[in-house]
């Protein structure tokens, strides 16, 4: 597995100091934070970006967030799609995160997954050609894609290998999905893995900013995990925490915590 840093966990920082930090703490991997990135692409070129990562010893296992929906007006999308992949390419990167959006109030749930999985069609045509994937983020709570089981109704009416699923413990969590259910996830549809907990809050009462380290809080974050370890995956691990606490923090004091929680993580798997 590849130990990992999301961009949001050192918010305030940029994506110059994200890659130095990142590579310092002993990560292998990173998810570029585009934000950042795109800011730092109006004054440096894109394999400029892609030294730097490479400077810090570092890979790119995804480009997040990317503007995406499968209900808003196609034409931005595949717009932003497309300036994404573009990106991504020019990094080593394969993979941007995408977050479900909500369907209009008159359609039937039926008409929505079939709605969703055609605009998902259409979006990966858009990132195909610069070989990108796209992986869809449930969001803890949400209407149309709240865990893995909503989302896998639309990754199976796709049926490519290159709309796949992601896994973030925080939501998985909120949502209320069991270890159960994660353990009959098809393998080979899991991208990617948030790792993170969450103080001791009820589901519906929990936000972003209730996050906390892998290890901490009351999420089971070691035992979501095994259900796809267990079985043979075998790609990044990513620590995405949004806490004001730790973003108060000097960059580096952040990565390394992130690290050193990481690690006692894995160590349980």
Aim: proline share 6%; net charge negative; aromatic share 8%.
């Amino acid at each position: 597995m590849l130990s990992c840093i999301n961009g949001a966990t050192t918010m305030p920082y940029s994506f110059e100091e994200d890659m130095a930090a990142a590579g310092a703490a002993g990560f292998q991997a990173v998810e570029v934070w585009s934000r950042k990135l795109f800011p730092y692409l109006e004054s440096h070129s894109v394999s400029q970006a892609a030294e730097v990562i490479a400077r810090n010893g570092l890979r790119v296992a995804s480009l997040c967030p990317i503007t995406f929906g499968f209900f808003r007006p196609q034409d931005e999308v595949h717009q932003k799609l497309q300036e994404a992949a573009e990106v991504a390419q020019g990094i080593g990167c394969n993979l941007l995160l995408v977050c479900p959006d909500v369907p209009p109030a008159d359609l039937s749930h039926a008409e929505a997954i079939r709605r969703a999985a055609e605009a998902a069609q259409r979006s990966c045509d858009v990132v195909a050609p610069y070989g990108v994937r796209l992986a869809l983020e449930p969001l803890g709570g949400h209407a149309f894609v709240p865990g893995p089981a909503e989302a896998m109704e639309i990754i199976s009416r796709v049926n490519r290998p290159d709309f796949l699923l992601m896994m973030d413990t925080f939501h998985y969590f909120k949502s209320g999905v069991s270890v159960d259910v994660l353990r009959d996830i098809p393998l080979d549809k899991m991208s990617l893995i948030h790792v993170n907990s969450a103080e001791a809050l009820p589901r519906d009462k929990l936000t972003d900013k209730h996050r906390l380290w892998p290890t901490l809080g009351v999420v089971p974050a070691a035992e979501m995990v095994c259900a796809f370890t267990a079985r043979g995956y075998d790609g990044a691990l990513s620590v995405e925490v949004f806490r004001d606490e730790y973003w108060a923090q000097p960059v580096g004091e952040i990565t390394a915590q992130a690290k050193a929680h990481l690690e006692k993580l894995m160590a349980e798997l």
